[in-house]
């Protein structure tokens, strides 16, 4: 396909709410409309917009205040799935610190024989000689030797996507020993890990996640779980997998993450079908969020 010379002019917030009305968008209010283009933007708006379009025009009767709330609708939904991240992330920085410091100490990664390869233990070395965390740089002014900073440093200083590259790089007896903490074989934990690493970064840069089609990073598919992460490209595949390891890790309810999420997904805006976002219609009745499961 040729490619062809863009000669979109840039428009202003008068110009855009003119756009949308002669698109057949419905403005009642238009300065909040402005309000809404000005601080949030219409090139972010519009992949809100495009479900509630056919062809180039508005469906009859889409408000603007429908796009707003689709979009606020997205916000909450990946904010939640944040919460539920950072509990497990944390989690498994808890359980490597534990864990590998019972059995080689706080300077385990120096011995080769807690990883599957030498690259792997060059990569953590790297990150504690490298790395310029407060953590990192703390250790540095007051000890001498050894002289990278013990784990519990490291993992301080890195990344969930760091995090879950330590766990897949250890052998697997360790991994399995972890991986009994959330009470899943290390075969998942290693993709469940990588999957909701590549989701958070999907959040942090506030893509638009409630129809997405989540491609990258699919996570594995269990036979205990099957019918809760088929598809498993959908957002509610990574919900359920939340859903599945905050059960272990919240196993007295305290953080009320399903509770949230029922209480957002029952207040969606009428343009949203939960079919879009992969919730089967049955979700609720299944052994995985009414209490059953775990």
């Not at 601080?39 to 972010?44: A, E, H, K, L, P």
């Not at 779980?225 to 959908?234: E, F, H, K």
């Not at 029952?266 to 976002?277: E, H, K, L, N, Q």
């Amino acid at each position: 396909m040729a490619r062809r010379t863009f000669k979109k002019p840039a428009k202003s917030t008068t110009e855009l709410i003119s756009f949308l009305r002669n698109k057949g968008l419905i403005i009642d209010d238009e300065p909040y409309a402005a309000h809404c283009l000005q601080c949030v933007g219409y090139y972010r708006l519009k992949i809100y917009m495009r479900p509630l379009e056919t062809g180039k025009q508005f469906n009859d009767g889409v408000r603007f205040e429908d796009i707003v709330e689709l979009y606020d609708f997205d916000r909450e939904l990946r904010l939640l799935c944040l919460d539920a991240i950072e509990r497990i992330e944390v989690a498994l920085r808890a359980h490597i610190i534990n864990i590998m410091g019972a059995h080689g100490g706080p300077h385990f990664y120096y011995d080769a024989g807690y990883f599957h390869s030498a690259e792997a233990v060059a990569k953590v070395k790297k990150l504690g000689a490298e790395g310029k965390h407060l953590s990192i740089t703390h250790y540095k002014n007051q000890y001498s030797t050894p002289d990278l900073p013990p784990i519990w440093c490291l993992t301080e200083a890195s990344t969930f996507g760091t995090i879950s590259m330590i766990y897949a790089d250890l052998k697997l007896q360790y991994r399995k020993e972890i991986a009994r903490e959330f009470s899943l074989s290390e075969k998942l934990c290693v993709s469940w890990f990588k999957s909701l690493s590549t989701l958070r970064n999907f959040c942090a840069h506030h893509w638009r996640l409630w129809n997405a089609e989540l491609i990258v990073n699919k996570p594995r598919q269990a036979r205990a779980y099957l019918d809760d992460l088929q598809p498993n490209g959908s957002c509610y595949a990574r919900l359920a997998i939340m859903q599945i390891m905050l059960k272990k890790i919240d196993h007295d309810g305290r953080y009320r993450w399903s509770q949230r999420l029922e209480k957002l997904i029952d207040s969606r805006p009428r343009t949203v079908f939960i079919s879009a976002i992969g919730f089967p219609e049955d979700w609720k009745d299944r052994p995985l969020w009414n209490g059953q499961l775990g």
